[in-house]
């Protein structure tokens, strides 16, 4: 079974460049979360869907990031203009029925800004 | 506040030692959920253990087995006669339990488990 698919794997890009990244969850699964890793400010949690809707973006640095979730398999996280502080690793994740079920962890996206 | 505590930040030990990675939290709700992940060098997130408030039962899964203790807190991950390949960052998470808004989740800030041959 295919896991949580994230892309591209790496991004290096210029500040002030739009950055996309993009996800599909797990097929089923009706719980998507978008996560940001750095040495700093460790793992955290940005934003999170259930059934296409965001329920929860409290995590969201500012108002450069926003995700969408047109459907079932599809969501991005987009950043406008890019930062050298948006440097990451950022994660995607799925999980079935729950927010407080177990989530399957895509590879990451490292994104690199100059 | 919800808060998870990691204090080990780096462990370091050689191959079939037993080690265990502690995990603290805080929360003020009655029906919480706890996780364990491990982050191998190859940077994915694999999950580990779920257990929820009302189960304080340890588990035993091969190697690994978790300690859950309500009274301290605490929910502990030891790993029996380790092997070089358990090296990896451990987070342990809290994720709680809300009917009338989201639920929330946060991890801990990992523990770097470091296994020498």
């Known amino acids: 079974d295919a896991g949580v698919i994230q892309s591209p794997r790496h991004e290096v890009t210029e500040m002030g460049q739009e950055v996309t990244l993009r996800c599909k969850p797990i097929?089923?699964?009706?719980?998507l979360f978008w996560y940001r890793q750095t040495m700093m400010r460790g793992l955290e949690l940005l934003i999170y869907?259930?059934?296409?809707?965001?329920?929860?973006d409290s995590g969201m640095p500012e108002d450069r990031f926003s995700a969408k979730m047109p459907n079932a398999s599809f969501s991005t996280l987009k950043i406008q203009p890019s930062e050298p502080r948006d440097s990451a690793v950022y994660f995607c994740?799925?999980?079935?029925?729950?927010?407080?079920?177990?989530?399957?962890f895509g590879d990451g996206t490292r994104l690199s800004i100059l | 506040a919800q808060k998870v505590t990691q204090a080990q930040t780096e462990i370091s030990v050689v191959e079939k030692e037993d080690v265990t990675l502690d995990c603290v939290y805080e929360?003020?709700?009655?029906?919480?959920?706890l996780f364990w992940y491990k982050q191998p060098p190859s940077g994915e997130l694999v999950f580990l253990i779920r257990?929820?408030?009302?189960?304080?039962q340890n588990e035993i899964s091969g190697r690994y087995s978790w300690n859950f203790q309500k009274s301290t807190s605490s929910f502990n991950f030891t790993i029996t006669a380790s092997q070089v390949v358990d090296s990896a960052v451990y987070f342990c998470?809290?994720?709680?339990?809300?009917?009338?808004?989201?639920?929330?989740?946060?991890f801990g800030s990992g523990t770097r488990l470091s296994i020498r041959p």
């Open positions: 994740a799925s999980s079935l029925g729950t927010a407080n079920n177990p989530q399957h």
């Open positions: 097929s089923g699964h009706d719980y």
């Open positions: 869907f259930n059934n296409n809707v965001p329920i929860d």
């Open positions: 929360t003020r709700d009655t029906t919480y959920y």
């Open positions: 257990r929820n408030s009302f189960d304080e």
């Open positions: 998470a809290l994720s709680e339990e809300r009917y009338s808004s989201a639920s929330k989740i946060i």
